[in-house]
């Protein structure tokens, strides 16, 4: 078997909360009478919330200490919490949760890596709170994407070499964050023709053809 453990981003990958992302944002730019679009917001796919803040603010005309900063973040993450109150199992697609089980029933390793602090949040809300064997998430990480930090961390929790895995990521943050820490990375979403990786998915499914 080519792999013995996936690891997967959640944030477009086994779920797409980005709609909620852009709206937390919006409500917190608009608030400031800072400028915000979707362009912006897809620069912070993948990375942190505090890396992502400082984009956001790179359109305010205003200087901000360390104090508001922490105190910005943690209000778009109260307005995105709430939205995130929204989400169910339904959220969860057949295609994934077919794709998820098929894999495991091939005895590979499955694990989330994930720079969102909220991510066992979210898994709980889609009904996969004890699905992974292993959840390597923002709350365990000092650094974010591309960093490999998040993935490193999730080898290490499967007890598996970094070439034994592979990363599932939709973001090209991620993908370079894969191959930075000497993952194979199969791309998908708007990452999916990022030259960086092994693998392009068209289909969340794809992946069982992967693993044969």
């Known amino acids: 078997m080519r792999y013995k453990g996936i690891i997967f ?29 979707r362009n912006i917001n897809n620069r912070l796919r993948g990375i942190s919330r505090m890396a992502s803040l400082e984009i956001v603010l790179e359109k305010s005309d205003k200087a901000y200490t360390d104090e508001e900063k922490q105190a910005f973040a943690a209000e778009k993450n109260g307005l995105y919490r709430q939205l995130l109150g929204n989400m169910s199992a339904a959220d969860l697609s057949d295609e994934v949760r077919d794709t998820l089980h098929a894999l495991r029933a091939r005895g590979i390793k499955l694990a989330v890596g994930s720079s969102s602090k909220n991510t066992p949040y979210i898994l709980e809300r889609i009904g996969l709170g004890n699905f992974f064997d292993a959840v390597s998430d923002g709350n365990g990480i000092t650094r974010s994407k591309p960093d490999p930090e998040v993935f490193i961390k999730a080898a290490q929790m499967l007890d598996l070499e970094q070439a034994a895995c592979l990363v599932v990521e939709d973001a090209r943050a991620g993908v370079e964050a894969a191959v930075n820490g000497g ?30």
């Open 183 to 212: 993952f194979d990375a199969a791309a998908i979403g708007d990452a999916k023709d990022d030259e960086r990786a092994r693998w392009h998915l068209r289909r969340f499914s794809d992946l069982i053809e992967i693993v044969k």
């Open 9 to 37: 981003d959640l944030d477009g990958v086994i779920c797409s909360t980005d709609a909620y992302h852009c709206q937390a944002w919006k409500a917190f730019a608009d608030r400031l009478g800072i400028y915000f679009d």
